[in-house]
């Protein structure tokens, strides 16, 4: 499994480099916008790291402030314990005032009664398992306009694995037989991000090339693929990298055919520090000073 990890690394070196600098690329016909207020906290799973929570807390406004956990993607059928350990890894790490909220019923899911808790959230937290869940659950519900309205007040979205695809507009792994299907039964996610699909466990699923079949298809999306461990913090448009490991970006716009008429799907990869405009899908500062100006070369 190690070498075969890094057999798939060595793969993504000799295809991937870092994105043309912010004064060399145009601004894409389709522009992929974040949350006009508020932030979001986009996480590929096996979080471990502290300061990945540190920063939820951080822009929530305290480990005090009221905060909402969601667990709905983890199982089909959630029993009363699953619910109490939800909100575990949040109170561990110094949150004092945690509401878990859940339901399968969509009609629930559009009641005030149900959405109260979110009315009062500075944050909330999606955790693992099934994206789909999500959507089946909340998506044209009550429960999704105050996810939107909690952004637009100035709160902040996180969520891990699961609850990082759904925070897209199309939903990458949707399908509900397998989520080995990229472009499946399920396609729409919350659209806190706009054009855009996100995939996680990035590496350690050998996943790096997955995203390639839906911007193929649809070229207009911006794909971004994190690693375990690893976070993009979005503000408004931009967003920056957190956490050990990297994020890779798939923009069609860089691929390009040689004279054979093969098409190069190229992806490059970001890391902590780094910070990247989708708008204009600019790498807007990186963060290891690294100057890289060069695109992949057919």
Known sequence: MIAARFKSLIAIIAISVLAPSASSQPEPTYATTGPENGSLLIVGGAMRDPAILKKFFELGGGGEQPYVVIPTA??????????????????????????????????????????????????????????????????????????????????????????????????????????????????????????????????????????????????QLLGVGLDENTAIVVTGNEFEVIGPNYVAVYDHKLWKTNQHKKTFQPFFLLRKGDTYDMKTRNVTWDGSHRRNNAILNP
């Open 74 to 219: 983890g199982a089909d059928n959630i029993n009363e314990l699953a619910l109490n350990r939800a909100a575990s890894f949040l109170t561990r790490a110094g949150a004092t005032n945690v509401t878990v909220l859940h339901t399968k019923d969509r009609d629930e899911a559009d009641t005030e009664q149900f959405v109260r808790p979110l009315k009062a959230a500075r944050g909330v937290w999606f955790g693992g398992g099934r994206q789909w869940r999500l959507a089946d659950s909340y998506l044209g519900t009550k429960t999704e306009e105050e996810f939107h309205k909690l952004l637009a007040r100035g709160g902040v979205i996180g969520g891990s694995s699961a609850g990082a695809t759904i925070q897209g507009s199309y939903l990458a792994r949707g399908d509900t037989k397998t989520n080995a299907i990229m472009m499946g039964d399920h396609t729409e996610g919350f659209s806190f991000i706009k054009n855009i699909a996100i995939d996680q466990h990035l590496l350690q699923r050998n996943r790096q090339f997955d995203l390639v079949e839906i911007v193929k298809a649809k070229p």
